[in-house]
């Protein structure tokens, strides 16, 4: 036979790698598969609802984590309760009005970082000018400056921001009603935090009153953050119907009952043990005020949560554990303090 040349077969290469993808993909199948959840886990697992739902309620805590914050809480009261013996076992003035001071200020600051848009907090610094001098004037008598003009602090306060306010929008371009809006939430802000919170000074400072004013405020302190206290250990415990859901779900009809006894016991408490200095407090004044007192914090409360609703914050801070930040601290004190301000001058 003749010596003939050996036939080469010739391999398409793109054949070759379309079956090497192939076994690539068949072995990566395999491996990943080793790594995946059985469908019968996957029907047991929960998932996760997106932040923005609203077809089905938030999952209740666990108990785990209702005791944790219940510590953080009663650790927190007991802190502040320490603060407040420690300004009474000095009884010095100042040192409640210091205390006043850092609430109030920290509460502003606050309250301007709940608002996302950068444009709602323009005007914060000319709060915080006018807040720092109607503070100033308003603890004055502590020093000895008197003037019959003072009896008008707020309303030149007021009238002082807008005319600052109004001022500094003229260097800007107008935005529509997102101007008016700015100078509006810059407005509230200075009177929840500054103005309405400023009653707890004028109690103390009350020349009516005397030296027992501090007693007179240890009483609405002590009456503020019971029913914030009842509200809490009531509400958590069996709380079921709800009491406003669409502003707050976590408030129930059953922490509110909780809240009112609480009160009416913290107001009995502090009159049968201090009432010779509190002598505006009788028994039955003491059962008025602690209804009154309570019914106006739960809804100091319920104010604080529309603006968070509003705004879509959870939280305004974490100064306090358990607690939440300066405007958790005094958001029903800030609605208890001028009503029973102006129980005191009706009734004293």
């Not at 407040?84 to 920290?106: D, N, P, Q, V, Y």
């Not at 953050?225 to 129930?252: E, F, H, N, W």
């Not at 200095?277 to 409360?301: F, K, M, S």
């Amino acid at each position: 036979m003749p010596n003939q040349k050996p036939i080469h077969r010739v391999v398409d290469p793109f054949s070759f790698k379309g079956v090497a993808r192939k076994l690539h993909l068949l072995i990566a199948k395999r491996i990943t598969s080793l790594f995946d959840v059985p469908s019968d886990q996957k029907d047991r697992m929960p998932e996760t609802p997106a932040a923005d739902s609203t077809d089905s309620p938030a999952p209740r805590p666990e108990p785990s984590s209702k005791r944790r914050t219940l510590l953080q809480r009663s650790g927190s009261t007991i802190f502040l309760i320490a603060l407040i013996a420690l300004a009474l076992w000095f009884s010095e003035r100042w040192i409640f009005l210091a205390i006043f001071t850092l609430l109030s200020m920290g509460g502003m600051v606050e309250y301007f970082r709940l608002f996302p848009h950068p444009g709602f907090r323009r005007f914060r610094w000319l709060a915080f000018l006018v807040a720092g001098g109607y503070l100033t004037l308003l603890f004055s008598p502590l020093w000895g400056f008197k003037a019959d003009w003072l009896d008008e602090l707020d309303g030149i306060a007021l009238a002082l921001l807008i005319i600052l306010m109004v001022l500094t929008r003229l260097r800007a371009p107008l935005e529509g009603y997102r101007s008016f809006d700015e100078i509006a939430a810059t407005l509230f802000g200075f009177i929840y935090c500054v103005l309405l919170f400023g009653f707890i000074p004028k109690i103390l400072l009350h020349p009516d009153l005397g030296p027992n004013s501090v007693v007179y405020l240890v009483y609405l302190v002590s009456v503020t953050k019971l029913t914030d206290m009842g509200a809490y250990l009531v509400g958590s415990a069996i709380g079921k119907d709800k009491l406003v859901p669409q502003i707050s779900p976590g408030k129930t009809w059953q922490g509110f009952w909780g809240a009112l006894v609480f009160a009416l016991a913290g107001s009995y408490a502090v009159y049968f043990i201090a009432g010779d200095q509190i002598p505006v407090i009788t028994a039955v004044h003491a059962g008025i005020l602690g209804i009154l007192l309570a019914l106006v914090a739960v809804l100091g409360d319920l104010a604080e949560s529309i603006m968070k609703r509003s705004l879509a914050v959870k939280d305004s801070g974490h100064v306090m554990p358990g607690i939440g930040g300066f405007l958790d601290l005094i958001d029903s004190i800030i609605f208890t303090a001028p009503v029973f301000y102006f129980y005191l001058l009706l009734f004293n």
